[in-house]
T-cell receptor, first 113, second 111 residues
Framework: EAQVTQNPRYLITVTGKKLTVTCSQNMNHEYMSWYRQDPGLGLRQIYYSMNVEVTDKGDVPEGYKVSRKEKRNFPLILESPSPNQTSLYFC????????????FGPGTRLTVT | EDKVVQSPLSLVVHEGDTVTLNCSYEVTNFRSLLWYKQEKKAPTFLFMLTSSGIEKKSGRLSSILDKKELFSILNITATQTGDSAIYLCAVVTGTASKLTFGTGTRLQVTL
C-alpha cells in the first residue's frame, strides 16, 4: 500500500532530551516535507527536501534539524526540545520535484514538558 | 513575508446548501495554489491550481484561481455531512518549493 509512515505517533518527553521522529515513504517520491500544526496558526512548514542530500528551511526551522540520506526517509531531529515545540507534526511527500499534490503521514503528537 | 488568508474562519450550513470558501494570498514568486481537506487527522489533497480562470472540478467540489486579484475560491455544492472538515489553502512559492498554508476554514454541515 502506498503510504507515508511516521514514528512514533505519540510522544511525551522532557525538555532537553534529544529525539527523532522518523518519516518514510514507499512511493519513490522526490519531494518530502515536515510541518507542524498548532491551533490558530495552521500548518507551518519546518523543512523540505527536493531530493537526496538537498534540504532547505521552511518558515519555522529553528530548533529542528533534518537529513535526507536516502530517498525514502526524512527524519526530523529535535536536538534539545523545548515546551514551545509541543505540537502535531506531519510529514508529507510529493511525486513531483516541486511541491504539488502531497501525501501526508498520520501525524505525530509531541508533548514536551 | 508570504501571507495566505482564508475566510471565513468557520462556517455552519445545512445539508444541501452551497458554500464558497475563500483564499487570498500575498507572496513572492507564486508557483501554484493547493487545496486540502482535513477531517480527523492528516490533510488530503483536493486541487492544484496554476493558471488563472481554469476551473478544476471533482464531483461537487470545484475551484478556480485568479492570479490578477490574488485569490482562489473553493465551491462545494449540495453539501453533505461528510463535507464537514477543515479546508486548507496553501501557496507554493520560490524556485525551491516552499509552501505557506492559510489557517483554514472549519466547515460544519448539519442535518
Amino acid at each position: 500500500e502506498a503510504q507515508v509512515t511516521q514514528n512514533p505517533r505519540y510522544l511525551i518527553t522532557v525538555t532537553g532530551k534529544k529525539l527523532t521522529v522518523t518519516c518514510s515513504q514507499n512511493m519513490n517520491h522526490e519531494y518530502m516535507s515536515w510541518y507542524r500544526q498548532d491551533p490558530g496558526l495552521g500548518l507551518r512548514q519546518i523543512y523540505y527536501s527536493m531530493n537526496v542530500e538537498v534540504t532547505d528551511k521552511g518558515d519555522v526551522p529553528e530548533g529542528y534539524k533534518v537529513s535526507r540520506k536516502e530517498k525514502r526517509n526524512f527524519p526530523l531531529i529535535l536536538e534539545s526540545p523545548s515546551p514551545n515545540q509541543t505540537s502535531l507534526y506531519f510529514c508529507a511527500s510529493s511525486p513531483q520535484t516541486l511541491a504539488g499534490e502531497q501525501y501526508f503521514g498520520p501525524g505525530t503528537r509531541l508533548t514536551v514538558t | 513575508e508570504d501571507k495566505v488568508v482564508q475566510s471565513p474562519l468557520s462556517l455552519v450550513v445545512h445539508e444541501g446548501d452551497t458554500v464558497t470558501l475563500n483564499c487570498s494570498y500575498e507572496v513572492t514568486n507564486f508557483r501554484s495554489l493547493l487545496w486540502y481537506k482535513q477531517e480527523k487527522k492528516a490533510p488530503t489533497f483536493l486541487f492544484m491550481l496554476t493558471s488563472s480562470g481554469i476551473e478544476k472540478k471533482s464531483g461537487r467540489l470545484s475551484s478556480i484561481l485568479d492570479k490578477k486579484e490574488l485569490f482562489s475560491i473553493l465551491n462545494i455544492t449540495a453539501t453533505q455531512t461528510g463535507d464537514s472538515a477543515i479546508y486548507l489553502c496553501a501557496v507554493v512559492t520560490g524556485t525551491a518549493s516552499k509552501l505557506t498554508f492559510g489557517t483554514g476554514t472549519r466547515l460544519q454541515v448539519t442535518l
